[in-house]
Nanobody
């Protein structure tokens, strides 16, 4: 069974950048479609970005298009989320997730989750 550990979160000023990493251990990483989700304070968990097993066809929520980039390195068993031009509304706990099923923007489609990493953007 794949286990996921996120890192790279922190406190950054608006306009700044962060790169989140999600390292997988166990299982076969290259067979998993991967997603990044976030949960703002007091709100539901929401989709941010996903990437297919091969690394093609990334999909983003509209609010991050042009600012965030998802990528993966199957040899390193790691998926990344490069975040630029950060805004206070990007403040959230960010989670990576994996699924053997088809790529999806739905939380319920993912059965393997990391513990999350906090991203705080100050104005």
């Amino acid at each position: 069974q794949v286990q996921l550990v996120e890192s790279g979160g922190g406190l950054v000023q608006a306009g700044g950048s962060l790169r989140l990493s999600c390292a997988a251990s166990g299982g076969v990483f290259s067979t998993k479609n991967m997603g990044w989700f976030r949960q703002p304070p007091g709100k539901e968990r929401e989709f941010v970005a996903l990437i297919s097993r091969s690394g093609s066809s990334p999909i983003y929520v509209d609010s991050v298009k042009g600012r965030f980039t998802i990528s993966r390195d199957n040899a390193k068993k790691t998926v990344y989320l490069q975040m630029t031009s950060l805004k206070p509304e990007d403040t959230a706990v960010y989670f990576c997730a994996a699924t053997i099923a088809a790529s999806s923007t739905e939380v319920a489609s993912y059965n393997i989750w990391g513990q999350g990493t906090q991203v705080t953007v100050s104005s």
